[in-house]
């Protein structure tokens, strides 16, 4: 970790510190009812949604084979370790550590890693038109006499205008990459060079993913699976709340209902640091629950917690068996997947038309 990136942690370590010291004496907590909230769960609902969560990875890695498929046969059984062990990183070095699947799955399939990433880049805009259609599809079927019902309203609309820009750039990616990504690093390099060259890289992959799908079957499968996989997702996130059988605020809880918790638990992962991030999740999923359907804060924090442990944390044990019998070391594999990522992008910068 180079001097900038401490500094950026010690920053945001005392940013949060200070955060807790201004508000511990204005929030009423009863840690008591918050260990209650826990005794008392229905674990059936909790390994429901760790088996849901569990399904999504397959489906990572059947989608992964789908985007080689045109270059290399890969049996998806073969990515998933990779899967898990990437995301085992993630969840204990934070974001820095995204690149790791990529990475591995490159060593793997004895591919560049170039083509990995741009797989990696193309992976995350499915996910995030998946994950817009399926939030604007579930809002829209919110019942107006639900309290908050113009926020859901609201939000269902922002996710389907984004779904419709995701589309859009898609397109334009799709026939002239290499324009919008000269056009990208020359704006944004105007204020930062190293951030016009990273985003300019991205477009690079992006297109470069999207050429991969070459008919519209291959379109058409990765799709129906990412939207497959968000649906697991969302239903991971209602079996947690129905978890907690004695707070009627999330026993009830309606798919639809639990869209805005899942965006506010997707939004807090964005920034995801290193074990603080975890604490942070699940103080953003906490208030969303306190706010949007009412729940008692103690059991909205004992949810956020399960939440983090469900959607999150559940990989760890099986991504440190991997580990172990892939012979990976996790730190030194995310720190070279950083570094191999820099000088992807150093490489595109130069390749770029």
Not at 64 to 80: C, G, I, M
Not at 99 to 114: C, D, G, Q
Not at 250 to 268: D, E, K, N, P, V
Request: charged share 15%; proline share 3%; aromatic share 12%.
């Amino acid at each position: 970790m180079n001097k900038r990136k401490l500094i950026f942690w010690a920053v945001v370590v005392a940013a949060l510190a200070v955060l807790v010291a201004v508000f511990r004496d204005k929030v009423h907590f009863d840690w008591k009812m918050f260990w209650q909230q826990l005794r008392f769960v229905s674990w059936r609902h909790i390994w429901a949604g760790i088996a849901l969560i569990y399904a999504t990875y397959w489906l990572r890695s059947v989608r992964w084979a789908v985007f080689l498929s045109p270059t290399k046969k890969v049996p998806a059984v073969t990515l998933l370790g990779p899967q898990f062990i990437g995301f085992t990183a993630v969840a204990l070095f934070g974001r820095l550590a995204d690149l790791t699947r990529p990475y591995l799955v490159a060593r793997r399939v004895e591919l560049p890693l170039s083509t990995q990433v741009a797989v990696y880049t193309i992976e995350r805009m499915f996910d995030l038109g998946a994950a817009a259609l399926v939030f604007s599809s579930a809002l829209a079927f919110t019942p107006k006499t639900l309290p908050h019902h113009d926020v859901f309203v609201r939000a269902g609309v922002v996710s389907l205008a984004l779904t419709l820009v995701i589309a859009v750039f898609a397109g334009v990616v799709r026939l002239a990459g290499g324009v919008v990504a000269g056009f990208a690093r020359g704006t944004v390099g105007l204020l930062s060079k190293s951030a016009g060259e990273s985003i300019s890289s991205k477009i690079l992959g992006f297109r470069d993913g999207l050429n991969a799908l070459k008919s519209a079957k291959d379109f058409g499968v990765t799709a129906a699976i990412s939207l497959l996989m968000w649906l697991l997702i969302g239903w991971a996130y209602v079996q947690t709340a129905h978890a907690f059988v004695h707070t009627p605020e999330l026993a009830s809880l309606t798919f639809s209902r639990t869209m805005l918790l899942m965006a506010a638990s997707i939004g807090g992962s964005l920034l995801q640091l290193p074990i603080i991030g975890w604490f942070t999740q699940i103080a953003v999923t906490a208030a969303a629950m306190h706010e949007f359907y009412g729940a008692p804060i103690e059991a909205a924090t004992a949810c956020g917690a399960l939440l983090l442990l469900v959607t999150f944390l559940c990989i760890i044990p099986t991504g440190l068996v991997y580990s172990q019998i892939e012979h990976v070391s996790l730190k030194k594999i995310a720190d070279e997947s950083g570094a191999a990522k820099d000088a992807t992008i150093a490489a595109d910068a130069g390749t770029a038309e």
